[in-house]
Structures are given as C-alpha cells and as structure tokens.
C-alpha cells in the first residue's frame, strides 16, 4: 500500500518540544522531496518545512529557528522536531510526499499548545 503515517502529536505548554515522526512507503519516500505541512482551525494548510533527497531543507518564516526537519532514508521516515512552541502553533500536521506528479497525505497528527 501507498500510505503516509504520521505520529507524535499530543498537548504540550507553551516553550515545550515535541517529535513528529511520519513513516512513509518506499514508493512515495524513495528520491521524493518530503514536507510538512499544517492546518490550524479555520485556517488553510500551510507549509512548515520541506527536505530534498539530499537533505536540502527550506522552512516556512514562523519555522526557521524553532523547527527541525530531518529524514532517515534508510527507514523512510521524516521526522520534525519541534521546540519553543507557541499556542499559535497549534495545529494539525500532516506529511506529505509527491510521487509521478501525485501528492500524498497523511491523515494527520494534531499537535495542541497550551498557554
């Protein structure tokens, strides 16, 4: 099967971490460029951060500093490390991956950010 598995959200406090992980197949994973993307209520989905192959990685502004976007592929895996969060991070996130022109989600992972 081609599916994206995302895992690792929960409740944490403002200034907290979290590890997001997404294990993908091998067909969406293999020479793919990766992402992370996230949907807060009422908002549209936005970028966080992307990863090339050879680990080129770009982030959205609200990102850079905080965010960490890392890939294991040997295990087909991205992971994102989260630090420093803030309730305006509170969202859910999902992995996403392009095979053939095809974009691939995950079902989501919801990360919430108390005061």
């Known amino acids: 099967q081609v599916q994206l598995v995302e895992s690792g959200g929960g409740l944490v406090q403002a200034g907290g971490s979290l590890r997001l992980s997404c294990a993908a197949s091998?067909?969406?994973?293999?020479?793919?460029?990766m992402a992370w993307y996230r949907q807060a209520p009422g908002k549209q989905r936005e970028l966080v951060a992307g990863?090339?192959?050879?680990?080129?990685?770009n982030y959205a502004a609200f990102a850079k500093g905080r965010f960490t976007i890392s890939r294991d592929n040997a295990k087909n895996a991205v992971y994102l490390q989260m630090n420093s969060l803030e309730p305006e991070d509170t969202a859910v996130y999902y992995c996403n991956g392009r095979n053939f022109g095809v974009d691939y989600w995950g079902k989501g992972t919801l990360v919430t950010v108390s005061s």
């Open positions: 990863i090339t192959p050879g680990e080129f990685t």
């Open positions: 091998e067909t969406i994973f293999k020479f793919n460029t």
